[in-house]
C-alpha cells in the first residue's frame, strides 16, 4: 500500500496581512501538492500572524469559518482532492478563537477551537468547550487540535481512542531556554504521545520573526511508535520549509504493543476518575 | 538547598535467586548512599528476578510486604535514613502481585499493586485495583508504579495531581526493535511525562541475562522538563550500573509554565469525561 504524503509547511504569516498570509499558504499547498502532499498542515493563526497582544487588533485579523481563509484552503483541498488542516483567528458571534480548520474536496469538515489557551491568548480569545474532532477522510480518520492543547495528554488520549489515525496540529511554539542542540521538549513530547496512542502526529510549527518572539521551527511528523518521520527542525532557529513524510494510516488503526497488549483496551478507565475530578480533590496521604 | 540526590540501582536480579537478590540489592544500596545517594530506586520484580511465564515458579519466589525483601530495605532505610522504592514479587492471601514497596526511616510506607501488566504477567499476576501511592518522606512527596504503567499518561497524571514530586518506577523494560543509537522511546516517554506534569521520574531498570529477553537497560532520572539528569542507558545494551542525579524536588511543587500558566490548573477535567467512559462508547464522527 503506497503511503499517504503528509506535509508540514513551516511558514511566516505576517500580523494582520490577511491577503498575504493566504496568498503564502496557498502556494505553499500547491508546492506540497506538486511534491506529492494529500494531506497538507500549516501553522496555528495561519490566517492572521501572531495576533494575540491586542483584541481589537485581532478582531480585525478574524474570519469566520466561512471567510476567504477557509474557503481558499477548501477551494485547494478541492482542486487536489486533498485534505488541508490549518490554524485561523476565528469570530463567531463577536467572539474570538484560536481555532484550527479542517478541509477536504466536501468543503469545511470541522472546525476546531483552541481549548488550552497559551499566555497572552485569553486576553484576545475565548476557549473552546468541545473535544478535538475526529473526520473521516478518503485517507483516514483526521483529528485536530491546537498547539498548547498537545501538553495535555487527556486532550491527545481522547482523540486516539475516538478513532484518530493521524492527528495533525497547527502550532507556534515560541522558544524558551533549553539544552543546547538537543530535540526541543516539544518533539519529545509528540513523540511520547505518539507511541503511547499509536496515532500518527503531524505538528506543523511557524517560522519567521515577531518581535519579542522566536519559534522552535520544530514541525514534525512521527510515526505511531513515536519515531520522527521528517523534522523541519534545525538547531540555531526556526526557518520557512515543508516537512514532508509518507505515512501509512492503517498502522494506526492497530493498537497492539505485543501478542498480549493493546494499549487502548489496557486502559483501566474506572480508576482514571480523579482525571474527571475538580483538582482541588487533589491532595498528599498521609 | 543541597538538591537531593536519587540513584537508579540497574542490576540483574536472578529468577527464584531470592537470598543473593536481597544481598545484590544491599549492596547497592549501601554503595548509593556511600555515593550520597537519600532515595534508591530498585528494578521490577527485585526480589524474585524475571518469574512471569510460570505462575508456581512466581509464588515459589513471592513474599509478604512484611516478608525478608522488604525487612532488608526498611532496616536499611532506618539505618540511613534514606527513601527506598524497589520491586517484589508479592503474594497476600494467594494471589501474586507485581508489586512495588515504598519503604523510609519508619518502615513500610506504601505498597502499590501493578495495574496495567504486561504480556504473560497476566499468567502470573492479579492486577492492581489502587491508585499510585503518594507517601510524602522527609525528602518530599514520592509516589510509585510500575514499568507499563507509565505508558499510561493518565495514571502518571494521576500521581501528579496527588501531589507527587518524584515518581520512582521500578521497571523490567524488555528490549525491542528500535531505531539503532536513538534514544529509547521508554526514556522519550519519561521525559514527556515529566515534563507535562513539572515532575521528576526516576525510572530504575533492570540488566543481566534471561533466556529469551534482553533489556533496554534505560534506567533513567528526568528533570520537572523532562531533561535527562543521568541515564544507565548505552547502545548496544544493558550493563549493572547505578546512575545518579541530584534533584531540587522542590522545583516540582511549582506548576507554572509561564507567567500565564499552569500546567495542572490550565487541565479542563469537565471535559476529559471520555477517558473515563467505556471504551466501547468511542468512535469517529462522520
Chains 1, 2 share one sequence.
Not at 118 to 131: L, Q, R, Y
Not at 147 to 152: I, M, P, T, V
Request: charged letters at 20%.
Amino acid at each position: 500500500m503506497t503511503p499517504t504524503v503528509v506535509a508540514c509547511c513551516q511558514l511566516a504569516p505576517v500580523a494582520g496581512e490577511l491577503a498575504s498570509n493566504r496568498e503564502r499558504a496557498e502556494d505553499a499547498v500547491r508546492t506540497a501538492v506538486d511534491n506529492g502532499a494529500s494531506i497538507v498542515v500549516l501553522p496555528e493563526l495561519m490566517s492572521s500572524g501572531h495576533v494575540v497582544e491586542d483584541r481589537r487588533q485581532a478582531l480585525a485579523c478574524a474570519e469566520s469559518a466561512e471567510g476567504p481563509t477557509i474557503r481558499s484552503w477548501a477551494r485547494l483541498a478541492a482542486e487536489f482532492d486533498i485534505v488541508v488542516v490549518g490554524g485561523f483567528c476565528e469570530v463567531a458571534q463577536g467572539q474570538l478563537f484560536d481555532s484550527a480548520a479542517l478541509v477536504d474536496a466536501r468543503g469545511l469538515r470541522a472546525t476546531y477551537r483552541k481549548v488550552h489557551l497559551w499566555d497572552h491568548e485569553t486576553s484576545c480569545f475565548v476557549s473552546g468547550d468541545a473535544e478535538p474532532p475526529v473526520v473521516d477522510t478518503r485517507f483516514g480518520r483526521i483529528a485536530t487540535m491546537v498547539c498548547y492543547d498537545l501538553d495535555f495528554p487527556e486532550w491527545v488520549r481522547l482523540a486516539a481512542l475516538r478513532g484518530a489515525q493521524l492527528l495533525c496540529v497547527p502550532t507556534n511554539w515560541p522558544a524558551g531556554p533549553r539544552q543546547v542542540d538537543a530535540t526541543p521538549m516539544e518533539i519529545v513530547r509528540i513523540q511520547a504521545s505518539a507511541s503511547v496512542n499509536r496515532m500518527f502526529i503531524a505538528a506543523c510549527d511557524r517560522a519567521g520573526d515577531v518581535p519579542g518572539t522566536s519559534w522552535v521551527g520544530a514541525s514534525t511528523i512521527v510515526d505511531v511508535e513515536g519515531w520522527p518521520l521528517a523534522t523541519a527542525w534545525q538547531p540555531g532557529g526556526s526557518t520557512t520549509t515543508i516537512a514532508y513524510a509518507g505515512c501509512d494510516l492503517e498502522r494506526a488503526a492497530d493498537k497492539d504493543v505485543g501478542p498480549c497488549n493493546n494499549i487502548h483496551l489496557d486502559r483501566r478507565p474506572s480508576l482514571y476518575r480523579g482525571l474527571v475530578e475538580d483538582p482541588s480533590a487533589g491532595s498528599a496521604r498521609q
